[in-house]
């Protein structure tokens, strides 16, 4: 069994050229080589779902077995544990998965081709700060079935040394390529096309804490899986607008925004407010277009009208122009790329605290938040509209918070009991939410259509926000009987 330290970028088939130039790179000696991949599974994904992967894969003329399981829920970076041996052609040799954790997940399961790959690898090996580090180049194609997509990514592999080598030479790379981080391993990739997700839509992944884990462990586990939901739905909006890709990425980035408040005890220091305001800067260029999908969909309401419909169409497709200009800024990749190194080597990881056990820090931080959106919602049905936006901003930071922190309820009343708190807190911002739009709807239509604002307009949005205050007042109530499950 070896450990993998692995980084891993997507770059487009124009970034290759200044990759090889690069000069990190171009005065460094390489090698290339042709190589065939297949991956297996059974028949209902057991081995994904369990974290590991299967695959044969040939090279001059020799075929490896390889066991992987990934330890880190990474964007970018993956460590995983792997386990090789020779094979004989492209079949599973099954005498050899008894020497790894298979043994015990597959018993007598068949296993399946589930995806191929075949590209050329150009690696180099580059020395940095004394620590050996392979940089390979994968340009080829993934395959399932029928369905195949093209494959151009860059990975960084630590050999020898520290992972703090390894991140500097990616920021040295990063400064001459546009670099995006890979959230995707090729099994992944592969399942994914066999499955029709590539390229689709992703919702946030539920997140497994245990009350073992350190604060800077269960930080890094949550930030990781806020980039990944993140660069999921960048790379559709890159490849063309999509209101629910856009939708999911501002979800990714408030909830990694809400993952930095959780832990500002933490991490609070060099780069995390810079970061934490460039995530809200990208999450702003964003806005203006998420809402005029909201207008556009609204139904019974003057957007579905002629007139406005078409300025709204014609306003929507400006704005979505310009998230497409902020998403291909140098801007934006290398907050992403600062992001990740940050988290894996930022001075606010050697800090007392960031090694002490999650639970005491959950505990303050949940009832913190709680008795904040308490304390605002009690006049929720008096509030103006400024004071309603900022309690739904502090009660979906709550919901967040309660989410990522899910996993430390150990014992069935209390798990209800997060469950009803979450449930609750999910209905009063929605509600909340619903008047925001509403509101924002009729600033639209002023600006965009005078004429048709009108007293109809007005009684409809009237009688929408008395049923969103009195489901909101619901909702606060279960929220109160539920809380404190983390006492």
């Known amino acids: 069994m070896a450990h993998e330290i692995e980084l891993k970028f997507d770059l487009g088939p124009g970034d290759v050229e200044r990759l090889r130039a690069c000069p990190s790179l171009a005065a460094e000696p390489f090698k290339s080589a042709a190589y065939e991949t297949r991956y297996f599974d059974t028949g209902d994904g057991a081995l994904r779902r369990a974290g590991y992967s299967l695959r044969v894969r040939r090279s001059n003329g020799r075929f490896v077995q390889t066991v992987k399981r990934k330890r880190s829920p990474a964007a970018g970076l993956f460590v995983r544990e792997e386990w090789d041996c020779a094979v004989q052609g492209f079949r599973i040799d099954r005498t050899a998965l008894l020497a790894t954790p298979l043994k015990r997940l597959l018993g007598d399961a068949r296993l399946v081709a589930t995806a191929r790959t075949r590209f050329t690898r150009t690696a180099w090996l580059i020395v940095r700060q004394g620590s050996r580090i392979e940089l390979v180049l994968d340009e080829g194609k993934v395959t399932a079935g029928k369905a195949q997509t093209p494959l151009c990514e860059l990975e960084l592999e630590l050999i020898e040394g520290k992972a703090a080598a390894l991140f500097a030479l990616a920021a040295e790379i990063g400064a001459a390529v546009p670099l995006r981080l890979g959230v995707l391993t090729k099994n992944e990739r592969g399942q994914a096309l066999a499955e029709g997700a590539l390229g689709r839509p992703a919702s946030a992944v539920p997140i497994q804490l245990s009350a073992s884990l350190s604060e800077a462990q269960a930080f890094r586990v949550i930030a990781h899986a806020c980039l990944r939901h993140y660069r999921l739905n960048e790379i559709v909006l890159l490849r063309e607008p999509d209101p629910d890709a856009l939708h999911q990425a501002r979800i990714a980035l408030r909830r990694l925004r809400s993952a930095l408040s959780l832990f500002g005890p933490t991490l609070r220091g060099k780069d995390y ?17 998420r809402n005029l999908d909201v207008a556009l969909a609204g139904e019974g309401a003057p957007m579905a009208q002629g007139l406005l419909r078409a300025r709204l169409l014609k306003a929507r497709g400006k704005a ?80 967040y918070s309660a989410e990522f922190l899910a996993g430390l309820c150990g014992k069935r009343p209390q798990q209800v009991r997060r469950d009803r708190f979450i449930a609750a807190l999910k209905e009063l911002q929605d509600r ?56």
């Open 432 to 487: 909340l939410g619903d008047l925001n739009d509403s509101e924002a709807s009729a600033a639209m239509t002023a600006r965009l259509a005078p004429s048709l604002k009108g007293s109809a307009d007005r009684i409809r949005r009237e009688a929408l926000a008395r049923e969103a205050i009195a489901a909101a007042r619901d909702a606060l109530h279960r929220a109160t009987v539920a809380a404190g499950y983390w006492l």
């Open 320 to 399: 979505y122009g310009r998230v497409a200009t902020a998403l291909a800024s140098d801007r934006v990749r290398r907050l992403m790329l600062d992001l990740a190194l940050w988290m894996e080597t930022g001075s606010w990881r050697f800090r007392e605290r960031s090694g002490r056990e999650i639970g005491p820090l959950a505990v303050r931080q949940l009832e913190r938040q709680w008795r904040k959106v308490r304390r605002q919602a009690a006049g929720i049905g008096k509030a103006e509209a400024d004071e309603r936006h900022r309690l739904r901003l502090d009660i979906k930071k709550l919901r």
């Open 273 to 289: 407010q810079r970061l934490r305001d460039e995530l809200g800067w990208l999450a702003g260029r964003l806005g203006e277009a």
